[in-house]
Nanobody
Framework: QVQLAERGGDSVQAGGSLRLSCVVS????????MGWFRQAPGKEREAVAT????????WHADSVKGRFTISQDSGKDMLRLQMDNLQPEDSATYYC????????????????WGQGTQVTVSS
């Protein structure tokens, strides 16, 4: 059973940076896609960034493009999200996710989720 554990959430001022990490236990090459979703209070979960594990190909939501960067370690047992120039609208619980199929944006189709880590950005 794959297990995901996020860390790195914190409270920061607008314009600041954070780096989220996700430890992947029992990684399998069958996991074709990994990524980050977030959910703010009263809002639906939304995809932030995804990475194709075999090729390293990435996708970033328009709202974070140019500010956030997803990456994975060569051993594929660590997923990261570098977040720069954070804004109050980035405040949310951030989740590390993985699925056996190709990268898609619907959270319902991800097989594994971490417990989430809280990011709070104050103005």
């Amino acid at each position: 059973q794959v297990q995901l554990a996020e860390r790195g959430g914190d409270s920061v001022q607008a314009g600041g940076s954070l780096r989220l990490s996700c430890v992947v236990s029992r990684y399998t090459d069958n996991l074709a896609c990994m990524g980050w979703f977030r959910q703010a209070p009263g809002k639906e979960r939304e995809a932030v960034a995804t990475i194709v594990t075999a090729t390293g190909g990435t996708w970033h939501a328009d709202s974070v493009k140019g500010r956030f960067t997803i990456s994975q370690d060569s051993g594929k047992d660590m997923l990261r999200l570098q977040m720069d120039n954070l804004q109050p609208e980035d405040s949310a619980t951030y989740y590390c996710v993985a699925r056996y199929g190709s990268c898609i944006l619907d959270p319902a189709f991800y097989n594994y989720w971490g417990q989430g880590t809280q990011v709070t950005v104050s103005s």
